[in-house]
């Protein structure tokens, strides 16, 4: 099924046309003494009748899918009063933009780890004659497919990388990539009820309880183990930096036992969380 425009006129002639002939033939029934004259008048009420049911108002952003004994006729997209087809079923399509939250979904991301994610779905009908026919019902629809689609992009990423991988996408690192993936993944699932997917965006995203403390550990010592390497790096640069200044000050002449000790020791006061008791040598440093 494919939307199409079916046949519409301006509805205000056709509610116009339809109260005169109520009045005309309700007083031709009463008041006429002639059988013919009434029969005119029976016939003027059957008109209102008709043209009745061939009224149909349009609200703004909203569709009416239109079916007569089964077969479907077309679709009136444009809000008013309008004159359509006679004793036509008229079935109403929200196309305003709607979202969709979904659960707590509990999945495997892409290392195997248990993660809870969720996401919100934007969207709209594009195609009202899909939405109605070619779906049982397009919203629950939305709902069921848009939490397949979270569940399979989940599974084809993780949740974080602790090793450095060149062009590996993350689930936390690359919001905005997955956002996109996602919406391209849900609108060849939605596209045969005939909805547009306009964003779509992971909203909660956090490792299972059953790993939780242990992921968090785990991204502690990571934290604990990047520091520790930048105060390792700086701790070198400074020992170097004070061993070449006593060199070129010409100072004291080191060799190289003691210029190991004296890096044993700068390293150690450097690098130390907590302060070093100094020791006074009032001797030689042999």
């Known amino acids: 099924m494919k939307e199409k425009p079916v046949f519409k006129m301006n509805g205000y002639g056709a509610l116009l046309l339809a109260f005169i002939s109520l009045i005309i033939g309700v007083y031709l029934i009463i008041s006429a003494p002639a059988i013919p004259v009434k029969l005119l008048g029976v016939l003027l009420v059957l008109l209102c009748i008709v043209a009745a049911t061939s009224l149909t108002i349009v ?3 909203q569709a009416k899918v239109l079916t007569i004994f089964g077969t479907y006729l ?6 008013g009063l ?3 087809i006679p004793f ?3 079935q109403s399509v929200s196309l305003r933009v709607t ?3 979904s659960e707590k979904l509990k999945v495997n991301d892409l290392e195997g780890n248990p993660i809870e994610i969720a996401a919100v779905v934007v969207y709209k009908v594009s195609d009202a004659a899909k939405a109605v026919f070619d779906v049982e019902n397009y919203i629950q629809f939305v709902q069921i497919q848009s939490e397949t689609g979270i569940r399979h992009i989940a599974s084809h990423y993780a949740y974080d990388t602790f090793e450095s ?3 590996q996408w993350t689930l936390r690192q690359n919001s905005d990539e997955i956002a996109e993936v996602l919406v391209n993944d849900l609108q060849q699932r939605l596209a045969v009820a005939g909805v547009d997917v306009i964003e779509a965006r992971i909203m909660h995203l956090a ?4 790993i ?4 968090l550990q785990r991204q502690q010592a990571r934290a604990v183990l990047s520091a520790r390497k930048v105060i390792v790096d700086g701790a070198v640069g400074l020992v170097k930096a004070a061993i070449d200044e006593l060199t070129e000050q010409k100072i004291v002449d080191l060799d190289e036992e003691r210029k190991a000790q004296m890096v044993n020791n700068l390293m150690i006061a450097i690098v130390s969380e907590k302060g070093t008791q100094p020791v006074i040598n009032n001797g030689t440093i042999y």
């Open 59 to 61: 609200q703004p952003n």
């Open 74 to 79: 077309g679709v009136i997209r444009d809000q």
């Open 82 to 84: 309008w004159m359509t």
């Open 88 to 90: 036509t079923f008229k």
């Open 99 to 101: 979202n969709f939250n």
């Open 165 to 167: 991988k060149e062009n």
């Open 207 to 210: 490792y299972s309880a059953e």
């Open 212 to 215: 939780a403390s242990a992921m």
